[in-house]
C-alpha cells in the first residue's frame, strides 16, 4: 500500500509564477520528509527537506510546507524558471527503518516561457 | 556531487542469468541503499545496508540479494533474472550518523532482461 501520494501527475506553469506540487501521507511514524528533483537519464537529485517537527523550510526559491494533522505537504516554487522543468519526488523517511525512503510516484512539472 | 558510480549504466541480458550491479562510492558514507524505478512507481526500495555486512530488506526485495563487504561498495545480485525485473536500478547513500543526512544518488543502471 502506497504510504506517499502525489495525486497530481503533471502540472504546467507559465515562467515567473509560483509552481505549487502537492504531497499526502498515511504514516504517522515518518520523521522526516524530502523533496527530490529528477531529469531523464540522471539520477534524483535532492532540493529539501523538512522535520516533522517543522511546518516551513525555506532554500531560496523553494519552500516546503508540512501539515502534520492533515498528513500533508507541499513544495513552492517562486518564481519559477524554465529549467525547473522536471519529475518532482515526494519522499518519507523514518528513523527505525535506517532512514529508507518510501516515494510518490512524482510530478512532472513543466514551466512554460 | 556526491561520489557514487553505479556499474554498469546499461545491461541486456536473458532470462535465467545470474547479473550483479554494482555501486561505489567515495564518501566513506554508513548507509547504502538500493531503489528500482518503474513506469507508475516511483522509485522503491529493494535493500540498503547500515554498514559493512549489515544489510536489511526493503519492499521489493523478493528475487534479489545484496553483499557488502566494504564500505564504498555495496553489490544486487539477481540470482536468476526474470523479466519483471527489468528496470532502472538506483544506488543512494546517506552519511546516517548524527543529524539527519538526505540521501544522494547514483545516475542508475537501466537493465533489460528478455
Known amino acids: 500500500d502506497q504510504q506517499v501520494k502525489q495525486n497530481s501527475p503533471s502540472l504546467s506553469v507559465q515562467e515567473g509564477r509560483i509552481s505549487i506540487l502537492n504531497c499526502d501521507y498515511t504514516?504517522?511514524?515518518?520523521?522526516?520528509f524530502l523533496w527530490y528533483k529528477k531529469y531523464p537519464a540522471e539520477g534524483p537529485t535532492f532540493l529539501i527537506s523538512?522535520?516533522?517537527?517543522?511546518d516551513k523550510n525555506e532554500d531560496g526559491r523553494f519552500t516546503v510546507f508540512l501539515n502534520k494533522s492533515a498528513k500533508h505537504l507541499s513544495l513552492h516554487i517562486v518564481p519559477s524558471q524554465p529549467g525547473d522543468s522536471a519529475v518532482y519526488f515526494c519522499?518519507?523517511?523514518?528513523?527505525?527503518?535506517?532512514?529508507?525512503?518510501?516515494f510518490g510516484k512524482g510530478t512532472s512539472l513543466l514551466v512554460t516561457p | 556531487d556526491a561520489g557514487i558510480t553505479q556499474s554498469p549504466r546499461h545491461k541486456v541480458t536473458e532470462t535465467g542469468t545470474p547479473v550483479t550491479l554494482r555501486c561505489h562510492q567515495t564518501?566513506?558514507?554508513?548507509?547504502m541503499y538500493w531503489y528500482r524505478q518503474d513506469p507508475g512507481h516511483g522509485l522503491r526500495l529493494i535493500h540498503y545496508?547500515?554498514?559493512?555486512?549489515?544489510?536489511d530488506k526493503g519492499e521489493v526485495s523478493d528475487g534479489y540479494s545484496v553483499s557488502r563487504s566494504k564500505t564504498e561498495d555495496f553489490l544486487l545480485t539477481l540470482e536468476s533474472a526474470t523479466s519483471s525485473q527489468t528496470s532502472v536500478y538506483f544506488c543512494?547513500?546517506?552519511?546516517?550518523?548524527?543529524?539527519?543526512?538526505?540521501?544522494?544518488f547514483g545516475d542508475g543502471t537501466r537493465l533489460s532482461i528478455l
Open positions: 543512494a547513500i546517506s552519511e546516517g550518523v548524527g543529524a539527519f543526512q538526505p540521501q544522494h
Open positions: 504514516n504517522s511514524m515518518f520523521d522526516y
Open positions: 523538512i522535520s516533522s517537527i517543522k
Open positions: 519522499a518519507a523517511s523514518a528513523v527505525r527503518s535506517g532512514y529508507a525512503l518510501n
Open positions: 564518501e566513506n558514507h554508513r548507509y
Open positions: 545496508s547500515y554498514g559493512v555486512k549489515d544489510t
